[in-house]
């Protein structure tokens, strides 16, 4: 085990969590409610510091992130817990400890910088479960993998306080964060009693410190689907993030506690991403419905097609490079996208 970076240690033996906005005190051999922490005699440590439950090469579309290195893979790493205790959740088989522990084996630091050299992968992303309820882990992967100029990127609920939030973003060069809506949404059906204002507040620091941020909206049908809830929440991404801001509307698909629950309709999508479109964002996205124009990249001054995806691949790219910068090829807008932009290698298909 790794002694934990955010803690505070108290007279009774106990520690207070300081991770995420919880604040979870926990006696000594107490975990955490992200089963990722634990008091060990008056001491927070971090429990399986050296495992995981899956990797694999996934296109950087899948995270998603459009606007970072597009059609590159990215070497993807889970471990097991979460902070949340959302209803929906698809990976919740690692997301909660008691299972997810089945599945941890160990891999070293030095072992998964070599996987992604090796595959060819130019970014690591920490994901499938929430990767800050094992932030020290992340940190330890993401200096090494610096060390080979080797990318990295969280993919995360956006729960935490805003020290954990400075910290990861001396290491992290994008982040998707999920923005799930409202509080009482948060409430009913994650378990976060504080709504979406810390996660805002992720969203914002990561943005002050350089990190590429892209927000993931799932829409689930009847609990966030209301086109003036769009409306506030677009115009806060603007306000707080930019209007270039990349923004998923992503499909729901019943899972864990909620298989009551119909997958939304596209319909109900599309209406969603004009709401959001027409407050401004410039580049809003539908998810989970491969083959769906709105999963390509426009260019938000002439409309032409910049980058044509299909689910999770690159088939058409119509994007000029000047420098550091990649512009529409038909009128010259700087579209603001983050490395260069290729097709997806048709090596991909055997692991999609």
Known sequence: MKEAMFYEKLPDGSVRCTLCPRRCILKPGQRGLCGGRVNVNGKLYLETRGKTTGIAVDPIEKKPLFHFYPGHCALSIGTAGCNLVCKFCQNYFIARREMGKRYLEEVSVEEIVRAAEYYGCPIIAYTYNEPIVRIERAYDIAKEAMKKGIKNVLVTNGFMNEEVAERASKRVD??????????????????????????????????????????????????????????????????????????????????????????????????????????????????????HPMENTYCPECGALLIKRYGFMITKINLERRGDRRVCKECGHEVPIIGDVKKTPRYFLRFL
């Open 174 to 291: 994008a982040a998707n964060i999920d923005i799930k809506g409202p509080k009482e949404l948060y409430m009913k059906l994650t378990g976060n009693p504080y709504g979406p204002e810390p996660i805002m507040r992720t969203a914002e620091i990561f943005k002050e410190r350089g990190v590429r941020v892209e927000l993931t909206h799932l829409t689930i049908p009847g609990r966030n689907d209301k086109p003036e809830r769009m409306r506030k929440l677009a115009r806060r991404i603007i306000d707080n993030l930019g209007p270039e801001t990349p923004l998923h509307v992503t499909r729901f698909y019943p899972n864990y506690k909620m298989r009551d629950v119909p997958p939304t309709p596209i319909e109900t999508m599309e209406r969603l991403a004009e709401v959001a479109k027409e407050e401004g964002l410039k580049f809003v996205y539908l998810g989970n419905v491969p083959g």
